[in-house]
């Protein structure tokens, strides 16, 4: 059994970044809900020309292994909301403060602090294909279900990613885009993910017109 005092609690929801209260979702008026699109079952990717020249340009570990690969539709950026971090610390956190099974992110981009600055941490819920955590209302939030949530370490509401922070989320972005077919328009703010609950992250600084446009080039 685990329990935490009230005091550690709200430590806890204040340095996880994404970790939400029962408050109810925004409204979207230009990407309500119910066009989000109805779960269907996963498939496996088949490789393309494409594809076979991205994989010669990214990390192994960033390809989820054959049997397992999932048909995903969209990708939603967070920041943490703590000045240092990394996969291994927020995955204790998830664990520890929100008895969830494990970090709730696919991938970590460390900012220099508990991992190297632009390092692309990828944790469990990726190798394994498994539903995220990063978006509230789980099970069931489409988000969680069809989305990669992609953690950059940092409070983008008092600082901005570094620059190398920046690159290595657009390539990352790039090689999902190709390998899934996601359109721009399915790159999503968390704060801005159709269905999610209220929240600021990735931060009022984070740079999400430059970060799109670095994408595109």
């Known amino acids: 059994m685990f329990k935490k005092s009230l005091v550690v609690c709200t430590f806890l929801f204040i340095v996880s970044g994404c970790v939400y209260r029962d408050e109810p979702a925004p409204r979207i008026a230009d990407s309500p809900v119910s066009s989000e699109p109805k779960l269907t079952k996963p498939r496996i990717v088949e490789p393309s020309p494409t594809r076979r020249r991205v994989a010669a340009s990214v990390p192994r570990d960033w390809f989820p292994p054959a049997n397992l690969e999932k048909k995903w539709k969209a990708i939603v950026v967070h920041h943490s909301a703590t000045g240092n971090g990394n996969a291994a610390i927020f995955d204790k956190w998830h664990r520890e403060g929100n008895h969830w099974d ?75 885009q190709r390998r899934y077919r996601i359109p721009a328009s399915r790159i999503y703010g968390h704060n801005t993910t159709p269905g999610a609950r209220t929240t600021d992250c990735p931060g009022r600084n984070f740079p999400m017109a430059r970060f799109k446009s670095m994408v595109d080039g």
């Not at 469990?124 to 509230?136: L, M, N, V, Y």
């Not at 920046?166 to 390539?171: D, R, T």
């Open 102 to 176: 494990g970090v709730g992110y696919d991938f970590v981009i460390g900012n220099g602090t508990d991992s190297a600055d632009g390092l692309v941490e990828v944790t469990f819920r990726w190798r394994e294909q498994k539903t995220g955590a990063h978006c509230g209302g789980t099970p069931g939030n489409w988000a969680n279900e069809d989305a990669v949530g992609i953690c950059l370490v940092g409070d983008y509401n008092n600082t901005i990613p570094t620059a190398r922070q920046m690159q290595s989320l657009a390539k990352l972005t790039r090689f999902l």
